[in-house]
C-alpha cells in the first residue's frame, strides 16, 4: 500500500447532514469533522449506507466528498462509497475520489438485477472496477440492505486482485468473517460493519470496525478498539458488551433516524432523513435519551 493510511481501527460510516428543507448541509458535515478530528477514530466513510447514498444524486456526492477530505485531520484513511448498480458509474465515481485524494473506494455491489448477479458477474463488475481505478478497491457486503451477498468464493477470487485491498462485511456473522480471512491473503484487510461482532471479529484477524455507532459514541467504539489491540480480554469483552443495546435499538430497530438523533445528543449534527425515511416517533427519542445518558455516564467507570 506504499504510504497509503492503513486500514485499521474504528471508521464511523458518516451520518450525511441535511439541512430544514432537506439540503445537503455541508457546513455542519465540516463541523462534525472538526470534532471528530478530536477523537481517536482513524479515518472516515463517506457515502456509505448510513450516509444515506441511494438517496442523493451525483453532485451531492462529489460535494460531500471534497468537503470532509478538506475538513479531515492528515493522516486520517479516507474511504468514499463509490458502488452504484452501473459498472461504468461505479468507475467515474472512483476517479472522483482518487482525484480528491481519497486513499480507498468502498465498492457496494449491483443489486437492483439481483437474479443475474451470479458470482461470475459480480468477480467481473469488481475487476472491471479494479482494473480502471487509481486507489485501491474494498469490497462492501451489505446484504441486509442490498439483498446481494458477497460470497466467499467471490471474496477468494477478488483478493488476488492487486487493486482489491480488502473488504467490509456488514454481516454481523463471525463464522463468515472467519471463512473469508482463512481464504484470502494476509494482506486483505477486513474491517466489520457490525458494532456487536467488533471484538470476535478481530479475534478471528479483522482490522477494526466501519461503524454507525462511531457516529455518535466514538469514544467506546475506539476504547474497545485499544482494548482488544492491547489484548486486555476482559475489559473488551465488557466494552462489547455495552455497545450490543445500542446497536440493537438504534442502528437496528430505529435506522439511521436513531443514529442521527443520537448524534444530536452528543453534540455533532445528525437532522432530519431523507424520505421515504421517516422521523422518529416521541416514544423512540425518549428511549435513546435514556439509553444515550446511561452509557455517557458509563464512560468513567471502563
Known amino acids: 500500500m506504499g504510504t497509503r493510511a492503513q486500514l485499521k481501527g474504528i471508521i464511523p460510516a458518516l451520518a450525511t447532514p441535511f439541512d430544514a428543507d432537506g439540503a445537503v448541509a455541508l457546513v455542519q458535515m465540516r463541523k462534525n469533522i472538526h470534532a471528530y478530528n478530536g477523537t481517536g477514530l482513524s479515518g472516515y466513510l463517506v457515502f456509505g449506507s448510513t450516509g444515506e447514498s441511494v438517496l442523493q444524486n451525483r453532485a451531492e456526492f462529489e460535494s460531500l466528498l471534497a468537503v470532509v477530505r478538506e475538513a479531515a485531520k492528515p493522516g486520517r484513511v479516507l474511504i468514499a462509497g463509490t458502488g452504484v448498480d452501473s459498472t461504468a458509474e461505479t468507475i467515474s465515481r472512483t476517479e472522483v475520489a482518487a482525484k480528491l485524494g481519497y486513499d480507498y473506494a ?10 443475474a448477479m451470479t458470482s461470475k458477474v459480480l468477480v467481473e463488475h469488481y475487476r472491471r472496477v479494479a482494473d480502471a481505478s487509481r486507489i485501491p478497491i474494498l469490497l462492501y457486503s451489505v446484504p441486509q440492505y442490498s439483498g446481494v451477498a458477497i ?22 456473522n463471525v463464522d463468515r468473517v ?7 491473503p494476509e494482506t486483505f484487510a477486513l474491517l466489520t460493519g457490525a458494532s456487536t461482532t467488533v471484538y470476535p471479529s478481530m479475534v478471528m484477524g ?36 455495552r455497545l450490543i443495546p445500542p446497536t440493537a435499538r438504534f442502528v437496528g430497530a430505529m435506522g439511521i433516524s436513531g443514529v442521527k438523533y443520537a448524534m444530536d445528543l452528543r453534540g455533532y449534527y445528525g437532522g432530519p432523513v431523507r424520505g421515504p425515511l421517516l422521523p422518529l416517533d416521541e416514544g423512540q427519542k425518549r428511549e435513546i435519551e435514556t439509553m444515550i445518558a446511561g452509557l455517557v455516564s458509563s464512560m468513567a467507570t471502563v
Open 106 to 115: 468502498l465498492v457496494l455491489p449491483p443489486y437492483f438485477f439481483k437474479p
Open 178 to 184: 472467519g471463512a473469508i480471512l482463512a481464504s484470502v
Open 206 to 241: 479483522a482490522r477494526g470496525g466501519i461503524l454507525a455507532l462511531a457516529d455518535f459514541l466514538p469514544e467506546l467504539c475506539v476504547m474497545l478498539y485499544e482494548a482488544i489491540v492491547a489484548g486486555d480480554a476482559p475489559k473488551a469483552l465488557e466494552l462489547q458488551r
Open 151 to 172: 460470497e466467499l468464493d467471490v471474496a477468494a477470487r477478488l483478493s488476488e486482485h492487486p487493486n482489491v485491498a480488502g473488504m467490509k462485511d456488514s454481516s454481523g
